[in-house]
């Protein structure tokens, strides 16, 4: 085998070693017609089913059971990740269980709920992190998320993800204490209607432990 050939192998051996981002990465279109720019609920519904690839029937459905909006993303994500479906996490949910024991029940590693940073990110995700962090040098530490902490990763993921936006700025925005319903609804219009603009501020997102 000469060398060319070698390097060929090598080249071939490290592409396919790279995972391929996620399909469901940057899906932000104009809804049209579909959709109205102010009917937030309606608005929130469509762009949860276009996010995880749901029927948008069956996503209203789901909504209307959660007290907390927030509850519906973090519902369709454990779904998305474990291969059940929003009804039987649903049922889960209302048993009485926390989200961590949901995702603990169906085997779904603490990763999913982290998206990369390059700095510490601060509250109200400093905390979660540091969970993580933690738990990487030490494998027999316990921890666990809160459901506020879990809403708020999800938000993040879902406003990074669906819109492209850097992680940092989705944290911004969602530090400021808005619910995931305002916050996809707002940016929404901003991008394809007539919105204000997101001034990214201090503060602490209000989902914490309950």
């Given at each position: 085998m000469n060398a060319r050939t070698s390097c060929m192998i090598v080249t071939l051996l490290v592409g396919l070693a790279i995972p391929s981002a996620p399909a469901y990465g940057g899906l932000d279109i104009d809804l049209g017609a579909t959709v109205q720019i102010g009917n937030d609920t309606s608005l929130y519904i469509a762009?949860?089913?276009?996010?995880?690839?749901?029927?948008?029937?069956?996503?209203?459905?789901?909504?209307?059971?959660?007290?907390?909006?927030?509850?519906?993303?973090v519902c369709l994500f454990i779904a998305r990740h474990s291969g059940r479906s929003g009804e039987q996490i649903y049922f889960l949910r209302k048993g009485g269980m926390s989200w961590?024991?949901?995702?603990?029940?169906?085997?779904?590693?603490?990763?999913?709920?982290?998206?990369?940073?390059?700095?510490?990110?601060?509250?109200?995700?400093?905390?979660?992190?540091?969970?993580?962090?933690?738990?990487?040098?030490?494998?027999?530490?316990?921890?666990?998320?809160?459901d506020g902490e879990i809403r708020d990763l999800v938000a993040v993921r879902m406003i990074h993800e669906y819109y492209s936006m850097p992680v940092e700025a989705?944290?911004?925005?969602?530090?400021?204490?808005?619910?995931?319903?305002?916050?996809?609804?707002?940016?929404?219009?901003?991008?394809?209607?007539?919105?204000?603009?997101?001034?990214?501020?201090?503060?602490?997102?209000?989902?914490?432990?309950?």
């Open positions: 762009i949860s089913s276009r996010y995880f690839d749901q029927d948008r029937g069956a996503v209203e459905r789901l909504g209307i059971r959660f007290d907390n909006p927030d509850d519906l993303a961590w024991e949901i995702s603990a029940r169906l085997d779904l590693r603490p990763e999913i709920w982290f998206v990369a940073v390059e700095r510490d990110p601060g509250p109200p995700y400093g905390k979660a992190y540091g969970y993580r962090n933690k738990q990487r040098k030490n494998r027999d530490y316990v921890w666990r998320l809160t989705a944290m911004e925005i969602r530090a400021t204490g808005k619910s995931l319903t305002l916050l996809m609804t707002e940016e929404y219009a901003r991008r394809h209607g007539k919105g204000p603009k997101h001034k990214p501020g201090k503060g602490r997102g209000r989902n914490k432990a309950r």
